[in-house]
T-cell receptor, first 111, second 114 residues
Framework: EPEVTQTPSHQVTQMGQEVILRCVPISNHLYFYWYRQILGQKVEFLVS????????KSEIFDDQFSVERPDGSNFTLKIRSTKLEDSAMYFCASSPHYGYTFGSGTRLTVV | DQQVKQNSPSLSVQEGRISILNCDYT??????FLWYKKYPAEGPTFLIS?????DKNEDGRFTVFLNKSAKHLSLHIVPSQPGDSAVYFCAATTNNNAGNMLTFGGGTRLMVKP
């Protein structure tokens, strides 16, 4: 069964450092997403991406965040200058339209 | 702004019995609803969905009921199995959102005891 792959599974970074989280969506999917879940809290929408541009973003997705689909297969989330409160599980997802498939997540720990 | 709420953080059920997980929403623009299951260290896995034009959708042991007037949906699992033990999230979206952003509830941890 096709799956969404995320790397790394766990990333530890120092506050203020840039971090890039990587995702390989399912190849024939058209929509790509990033969500995050802070420990003990809800899964929260960050951004959706369609046709090589952001289609929607939440208020969490401020200027410190950016997304890219650099080569037609990878989909990345960059956090420019990490803060302690960015520590969370970050989930990538893709969909043909409805029916998201989520990756297993990257646990980001900012120290 | 909790547009989707799951008021029960946990639920414990005996194997073979019915599990009923509840979800309430406030945004009347939502017209498509989904249930996801999540195991530790994994991403959410899609279980079942329902469009607002229906009031029931069934898939094997899983049935989702939607009461639009009450802005309430529920997931029934029958019979419950120990492997169903996980966190269950309901989510909602609007049909005309091309990005199909999902708004999630806070989750309910289901424990099915053998």
């Amino acid at each position: 069964e096709p799956e969404v792959t995320q790397t790394p599974s766990h990333q530890v970074t120092q506050m203020g450092q840039e971090v890039i989280l990587r995702c390989v969506p399912i190849s024939n999917h058209l929509y790509f997403y990033w969500y995050r879940q802070i420990l003990g809290q809800k899964v929260e929408f960050l951004v959706s991406f369609y046709n090589n541009e952001i289609s929607e973003k939440s208020e969490i997705f401020d200027d410190q965040f950016s997304v890219e689909r650099p080569d037609g297969s990878n989909f990345t989330l960059k956090i420019r200058s990490t803060k302690l409160e960015d520590s969370a599980m970050y989930f990538c997802a893709s969909s043909p339209h409805y029916g998201y498939t989520f990756g297993s997540g990257t646990r980001l720990t900012v120290v | 702004d909790q547009q989707v709420k799951q008021n029960s953080p946990s639920l414990s059920v005996q194997e073979g019995r019915i599990s009923i997980l509840n979800c309430d929403y406030t945004n009347s623009m939502f017209d498509y609803f989904l249930w996801y299951k999540k195991y530790p260290a994994e991403g959410p896995t899609f279980l079942i969905s329902i469009s607002s034009i229906k009031d029931k959708n069934e898939d094997g042991r899983f049935t989702v009921f939607l009461n639009k007037s009450a802005k309430h949906l529920s997931l029934h699992i029958v019979p419950s199995q120990p492997g169903d033990s996980a966190v269950y999230f309901c989510a909602a979206t609007t049909n005309n959102n091309a990005g199909n952003m999902l708004t999630f509830g806070g989750g309910t941890r289901l424990m099915v005891k053998p």
